[in-house]
């Protein structure tokens, strides 16, 4: 949209429909916004292919709606993630084209694209069904870039033939994000059994010795698959954005 957005601008000043000086006032906005408490960067989807994301904590509710208000002219879907009940209750009611996905924990504005099969798909697991927001996070995150995923949940390394079940669909994906939590070592397995990009993404679920992921984080570090990738505990957010990244770089886009 940005893009877009800019060729016109520029094809509006080349057919003498705009000044100079009124496209000059029209790209001011284009690089960032400054509201004092935040600069908008409205330059993320030109340089990136996706725009600027809302991170939700430790931001207000009015100033959460103001982002994606400066957001909608420059992107026509906008996503605020990590958004608790209350904050997206008080959202709800400032703004009401605003939608809450209480498995994903983030706020939508506006239609997600069509999948686009030729960007490529997206497997992810999760090894035990405590992983799930994370999933629905990352999916979520997917969807808006108009990637295609598949979820395949509870395949931990506890009961391995249960992934075993699942390998010929694995085997079609162009990348494969992992999330576990206790002892994180289904990445490993997934990351020894496959071709594709492996992202493993640890989550804070599991017992007092887990460290609220931190022995899973540690577990994928060290893992034994060569080439793994590692975002950080319960970043699903993250871990979708990684696969993004690789899909668009296969795709030269």
């Known amino acids: 949209m940005q893009e877009e957005r800019l060729k016109q601008l520029l094809q509006k000043v080349a057919s003498s429909e705009l000044t100079i000086e009124a496209a000059m006032h029209e790209l001011k906005h284009l690089p960032f916004e400054d509201l004092g408490f935040a600069k908008i960067d409205h330059h993320r989807q030109l340089r ?6 809302i991170y939700s904590p430790g931001k207000t509710a009015a100033q959460i709606v103001e982002i994606s208000g400066r ?17 997206a209750a008080a959202i709800l009611e400032l703004d009401p084209e605003a939608v809450y996905d209480p498995d994903a924990q983030m706020l939508i504005w506006g239609e997600f694209p ?12 999760t090894a035990g069904t405590a992983d799930l927001k994370l999933a629905a996070e990352a999916e979520l995150t997917l969807k ?22 699942h390998l010929d669909t ?14 994180g070592a289904l990445p490993s397995v997934v990351g020894g059994l496959l071709k594709a990009p492996v992202i493993a993404c640890p989550c804070s679920s599991g017992y007092g010795a887990a460290f609220e992921g931190l022995a899973a984080l ?11 990738t590692v975002v950080n505990i319960d970043n699903g957010f993250g871990a979708a954005m990684a696969a993004i990244r690789i899909l668009q770089c296969r795709k030269g886009l």
Do not use: F
């Open 48 to 53: 990136q292919g996706h725009a600027e994301v």
């Open 218 to 228: 540690l577990t994928m570090l060290n893992s034994c698959a060569a080439g793994l």
């Open 114 to 125: 069509a999948i686009d099969s030729a960007l490529g798909s997206v497997a992810i697991l």
């Open 144 to 165: 808006a870039a108009a990637i295609k995923s598949v979820l395949i949940s509870d395949v931990g390394v506890a009961g391995l033939h249960r992934i075993v079940k």
């Open 170 to 183: 694995l085997s079609r994906a162009d990348v494969c994000i992992v999330i576990a939590g206790m002892d």
């Open 71 to 87: 957001l909608k002219p420059h992107a026509a879907l906008r996503l605020a993630t990590r958004a608790s009940a209350e904050q």
